[in-house]
């Protein structure tokens, strides 16, 4: 900022100096002390921004150089210092054009910074200087206005111009063209064209709005009467002292017309507004003070239906037609609303055509000059589209924020449904998941006011084929006949008379069908219904994969957990399981080497370390059995078998043990023994039926228990049959509690009051995943203390029903028929070949023993009536597998059966491959082994 401060006292100088460095550190400050140095550095190129006149200066009055600057048309803002009390000259100062003026009272240096910004702030439009074009041949006359204006009007500009004639060249022809004048100055006694036709010129013809003050003698009153008449604006009389009010007169002349120009403006822009507001695509209203319109926009009635002369009519019509939710809320809006700081209100409407639209209602009170209330003006906008767009918006956030909270689809579709409510209508409305396997699809959600279903099969319908094309499709009822005729689509269920779907899909991939559709409303969805509900199901798909994630997630948690918490029972079990007989073989070993145990003792001691031991086997092999199924690498060999012949050999096999309890076991084989082949696992059966049947004699004490099958046409139509298998007992039965929990894996380790009869337990466990894997279901039906009959199915998938057998009579009998053999047993270990001759001694006639795979080829080479070897598959220098292959090579009808370690099913394949004829799991029992050698010798 650039001060000058002309002070020629330099106490004062430092000081105002101080104050204004103090405000303005930067500010540029010049000081002179004398008018003639003010004047050279006013003369500067650089203009000052502000002056700081004194007006006693040593080379004059600071007044002259104020008077200076403003002939010289120089607005530079100006302050005067005034003595106190001087209040005339603090007036004239102003009059001859100062900005203001400061009475150097006590420590006025320090207003200083203060005045100069107000100063500063407040002479932009005092600047404003008014050009006056004065018409007046008088000379003393326009010397006299002339030497005044320069005194007191310094800011008022004269052109002096001797006639009209010449004052009319200088004005513009028509309004158009912008005049270089501000004010109009007459003398109203001129020669040649007087000033009334001067002003006919200038209003009638060329319709210039100069302002124009006429200046009439004395006495003149009523020609002065006659130019207001036509149109000049003020006048002033000749009279002593009038110049001192011209220039006041002159100004307010320009002022009023300014004005007016004012107004015009406003007036013309008014109606530029309200031709912009009939064109606005926002609903403009003025409600006057008593509430009745006075004005609303064209767009009104394009927004509502309702026209502005509807609104005239009806004060309370927006109210009216606002959703009942909302008119509560308007009402009290507007009775407010003079006392209101205004923000949009939002609400619904229901146009004339019954259509619901959004619409944010604006509006501001309006008051005049004195602050009386004139009514409101406001504009209502259509904001449904908006409002779409933010409820589209908040349904896609609130469906993806569910997932979290969700835990299952259904749930999670409840809640889809509930917010897209909010953007269509869906009172009938299902989501469709397509289920691969069955070609179906499965509803997660339905709702509907005519059906009730959770699942459909695929076919022709017109949900496959939204989900075939991946495209939605909006139909009406005259489209669906359409498809029915091109497409072959056929409509289940109930008729609609509009049906919309739209594809859910995944990286492009669809997963399935969202539904909704109207049996009353064929005008119920919409092109742009379709388009929201595209936009939404992406996020719903989205989410599905994602609950569906994880739920697969949770599922594998618990399973985890629950196999966790079920193996740590079982583990502690199954310790319980393994000591109990290991105690037995354990503390009767020791007991057995005691001196002088009679032979009767001796022989108690070892039966009972002969059935723990039997019964620790049972507990491995039913932990390898549970792991292998388990780990999943259980797999299933399939062969062709005789039911019936299994049947009764599982009968043979428990026959003695259940007639040892004195129980009477009787066998019931539902098909004839030439339709009794079906392709199964042989293993696994057995293993099922022979757990059910010692589990029956097990938990019987008295009575009888049966066992067979019948076989039965399954209910499913497709005319297979099944073998449904009985086992029936009299024993002591299953509460119902826990009928089903006997078939958990673990399950029975956990139940408390467990019969304390031996098991692990897993016996059940075992056949349900077994019959299972041969394509089957179990179950059991009993009464405590009654007895209990378990079931379970296997296909009869009879394929080789025709195939006749030979008279197959297994029984105990047979043992003493079958003719002698000559035996050859190789195997390594001392203990098992003692083992295994002393089993097959009622079998042979000689029994042959080698340690190893080469041993046992020579000797077979040597011997080759040999009927049958018992080949051990681990031994030295050649193993089982290998001594079979060369035994092959120059024998082929020889019978040679395997042992294997236990539980490794897939050595059977192996040993088969070899050449084996059957093979027998280590360690060896000797029923199972005979059973197996009756096969080939009967
Ligand atoms: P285990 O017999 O080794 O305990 P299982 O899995 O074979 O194991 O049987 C589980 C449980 O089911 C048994 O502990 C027993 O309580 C019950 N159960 C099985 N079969 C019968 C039956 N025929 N009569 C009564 N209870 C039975």
């Known amino acids: 900022m650039k001060i000058l401060l002309l002070e020629d006292n330099p106490t004062d100088a430092d000081l105002v100096g101080r104050a204004i460095k103090n405000r303005w550190p930067n500010a540029d400050l010049h000081l002179a002390t004398t008018l003639s140095v003010a004047r050279s550095l006013l003369k500067e190129e650089q203009p000052f921004d502000i002056a700081l006149i004194d007006l006693n200066l040593p080379d004059g009055n600071g007044m002259d150089l104020l008077i200076e600057l403003r002939t010289a048309y120089n607005n530079l803002p100006v302050i005067i210092f005034t003595s106190v009390g001087s209040e005339d000259i603090a007036i004239a100062s102003l009059k001859a054009g100062a900005n203001n003026y400061l009475p150097k009272r006590q420590g006025y240096q320090e207003i200083i910074p203060d005045q100069i910004e107000f100063t500063l702030n407040h002479t932009i439009e005092n600047r404003k200087h008014i050009k006056v074009l004065y018409v007046e041949d008088h000379k003393a006359d326009v010397e006299l206005t002339k030497n005044h204006f320069g005194r007191y009007a310094p800011y008022i500009h004269l052109n002096v111009i001797a006639s009209g004639e010449l004052a009319l060249s200088e004005l513009p022809t028509n309004s158009g063209i912008e005049s270089d004048y501000d004010v109009l100055l007459l003398d109203f006694q001129l020669p040649g064209i007087n000033a009334l036709e001067i002003i006919k010129e200038i209003r009638q013809v060329r319709k210039l709005l100069i302002p124009i003050v006429i200046v009439t003698g004395q006495g003149d009153e009523n020609i002065a009467v006659e130019a207001l008449k036509i149109g000049a604006d003020d006048y002033v009389t000749k009279h002593n002292n009038y110049l001192i009010h011209l220039p006041t007169v002159l100004l307010n002349a320009y002022r009023r017309r300014e004005l007016e120009r004012q107004k015009q403006a406003l007036k013309q822009s008014e109606t530029k507004f309200r031709l912009l507001a009939d064109y606005a695509t926002e609903w ?146 299902f989501v469709a998941l397509y289920n691969k396997k069955a070609n179906t699809f499965n509803l997660p959600f339905y709702k509907d006011l005519q059906e009730d279903i959770s699942e459909f099969p695929a076919g022709k319908t017109l949900t496959s084929l939204v989900f ?253 049959f099944n073998l449904e298998f009985y086992i029936k007992d009299t024993g002591i039965g299953i509460s119902k509690d826990r009928q089903e929990a006997i078939f958990e894996r673990f399950i029975q380790a956990e139940i408390v009051d467990r019969m304390a009869r031996e098991g692990a337990g897993l016996g059940l466990t075992i056949s349900r995943a077994y019959v299972a894997m041969l394509g089957g279901t179990i179950w059991t039906e009993s009464e405590e203390g009654k007895g209990s009959t378990f079931y379970f199915t296997i296909p009869y998938n009879s394929d080789y029903k025709q195939k006749i057998i030979i008279e197959n009579d297994v029984s105990a009998d047979t043992e003493r028929h079958i003719k002698k053999l000559k035996i050859l047993i190789a195997e390594d270990d001392e203990i098992s070949k003692k083992l295994i001759s002393k089993s097959v001694e009622t079998y042979s006639k000689e029994t042959l023993k080698v340690s190893t795979g080469k041993e046992a080829v020579e000797v077979f080479r040597n011997n080759p009536d040999i009927d049958l070897i018992l080949m051990d598959i681990q031994m030295p220098d050649l193993n089982g597998y290998e001594a079979t292959r060369e035994i092959r090579q120059f024998n082929k009808e020889v019978i040679i059966i395997a042992q294997t370690a236990f539980g490794l099913s897939e050595d059977r394949d192996k040993t088969i491959e070899a050449g084996c004829n059957n093979y027998i799991k280590k360690p060896i029992i000797k029923n199972e082994l005979l059973a197996l050698i009756r096969n080939y010798f009967q």
């Open 284 to 429: 403009e209203f003025w409600i006057d003070q008593k509430g009745t319109y006075i004005y609303n926009s064209p767009t009104c009635e394009k927004i509502c239906g309702y026209t502005h002369e509807d609104f005239v009519k009806n004060n309370n019509l927006l109210v009216e037609i606002a959703h009942t939710d909302y008119r509560e809320m308007l009402d009290n809006h507007f009775l407010r609303l003079e006392e209101l700081i205004y923000k949009p209100i939002e609400f619904i409407i229901i146009c004339l055509n019954g259509n619901e639209k959004w619409i944010s209602h604006f509006c501001r009170p309006v008051y005049d000059d004195d602050g009386n209330y004139l009514g409101q003006r406001g504009v209502n906008k259509d904001i449904t589209e908006q409002k779409r767009a933010e409820t589209i918006q908040s349904v896609i956030l609130n469906i993806s924020n569910a997932v979290q909270t969700t835990p299952d689809i259904g749930e999670f579709m409840q809640f889809v449904h509930t917010e897209l409510g909010r953007l269509v209508d869906v009172t009938n409305f």
């Open 468 to 720: 075939k094309k991946g495209v939605s499709l909006l139909l009406n009822a005259e489209d669906v006949i359409q498809l029915e005729k091109e497409e072959g689509i056929e409509q289940i269920g109930f008729e609609s008379k509009i049906w919309l779907g739209v594809p859910l899909k995944i990286k492009g991939k669809v997963i399935g069908v969202i539904v909704v559709q109207s049996y009353t409303n064929p005008d119920a969805y919409t092109e742009k219904d379709k388009e929201v509900l595209e936009i939404i199901s992406h996020q719903i798909s989205i989410s599905i994969e994602r609950i569906r994630h994880e739920e697969d997630l949770v599922k594998a948690l618990d399973k985890a957990q629950e196999s966790d918490r079920l193996k740590s029972a079982f583990l502690a079990n199954m310790s319980h399981e393994i000591r109990t007989p290991m105690n037995g073989i354990l503390g009767f070993a020791e007991l057995l080497k005691e001196p002088g145990l009679n032979s009767e003792e001796q022989q108690e001691y070892i039966d009972i370390i002969g059935k723990s031991g039997a019964r620790m086997l049972n507990i491995i092999n039913d932990i390898v059995t549970i792991s292998k199924i388990e780990s999943g690498t259980m797999d299933t060999y399939n062969s062709e078998i005789n039911i019936n012949e299994q049947t009764e050999f599982v009968y043979n096999l428990l026959k003695l043990d259940a007639e040892k309890k004195g129980l009477n076991i009787i066998i019931n084989n539902g098909v004839p023994d030439k339709e009794s082949f079906i392709n199964t696992d042989k293993e696994k059966f057995i293993s099922i039926l022979s757990n059910l049947v010692k589990n029956a004699i097990k938990y019987t004490d008295q009575g009888s228990i049966e066992f067979g099958y019948v076989l039965k046409k399954n209910s499913i139509p497709d005319s297979s």
